[in-house]
Antibody, heavy 118, light 113 residues
Framework: EVQLQESGPGLVKPSQSLSLTCSVT????????WGWIRKFPGNKMEWMGYISYSGSTSYNPSLKSRISITRDTSKNQFFLQLNSVTTEDTATYYC????????????WGQGASVTVSS | DVLMTQTPVSLPVSLGGQVSISCRSSQSLVHSDGNTYLHWYLQKPGQSPQLLIYRVSNRFSGVPDRFSGSGSGTDFTLKISRVEPEDLGVYYCLQSTHFPPWTFGGGTKLELK
């Protein structure tokens, strides 16, 4: 059974970078797609982007200048970096597996709450 | 971006009752491959979202048949019959036809009357 677990700082200062790690067990990240989604206070959900089995990436155009998703296949982990954060980036961040050809996120981590505040 | 509009925002229900949630898209969700990539999730309190329905009407593994999805084009519906306490939470639709980005509906909170 695939399991995903987010980790990283819960508090980030404005203008700094937000960095999160998603550790995956039970499934190789060299298969399918691995992405990040965030939920803002008040229920709004936003798909941020993904990294594919081959290492190619796709990002939400609204974030394209600030976001980077990378991976370490030797550790079966993938990473989110979001630069120049503001208070509007305060959210719960989820990592998830996306299934090729179905194009749906079928397995999610438990989420990491990140607050942007000075 | 494709705008996904969910209604209602809040949905009071009695246990054992039946409810429907609507999801409308700003453009057709029929992909050039002929498939429609519209999916439904439930986020229970304190949990991460869980997949219920994929590609309009396919129940994900372990999802009871009380949940059913239907629709086409721009208009989709999730029906829940015989509502149980574990069905309470926030429901989201997601489109992955038009990409990037994939886009979510605003959510519908199912709560007890």
């Amino acid at each position: 059974e695939v399991q995903l677990q987010e980790s990283g700082p819960g508090l980030v200062k404005p203008s700094q970078s937000l960095s999160l790690t998603c550790s995956v067990t039970g499934y190789s990240i060299t298969s399918n797609y691995w992405g990040w989604i965030r939920k803002f206070p008040g229920n709004k959900m936003e798909w941020m982007g993904y990294i594919s089995y081959s290492g190619s990436t796709s990002y939400n155009p609204s974030l394209k200048s600030r976001i980077s998703i990378t991976r370490d296949t030797s550790k079966n982990q993938f990473f989110l970096q979001l630069n120049s954060v503001t208070t509007e980036d305060t959210a719960t961040y989820y990592c998830a597996r996306s299934v090729k050809w179905v194009w749906v996120m079928d397995a999610w981590g438990q989420g990491a709450s990140v607050t942007v505040s000075s | 971006d494709v705008l996904m509009t969910q209604t209602p925002v809040s949905l009071p229900v009695s246990l054992g009752g039946q409810v429907s949630i609507s999801c409308r898209s700003s453009q057709s969700l029929v992909h050039s491959d002929g498939n429609t990539y519209l999916h439904w999730y439930l986020q229970k309190p304190g949990q991460s979202p869980q997949l219920l329905i994929y590609r309009v009407s396919n129940r994900f593994s372990g999802v009871p048949d009380r949940f059913s999805g239907s629709g086409s084009g721009t208009d989709f519906t999730l029906k829940i019959s015989r509502v149980e306490p574990e069905d309470l939470g926030v429901y989201y639709c997601l489109q992955s036809t038009h990409f990037p980005p994939w886009t979510f509906g605003g959510g519908t909170k199912l709560e007890l009357k």
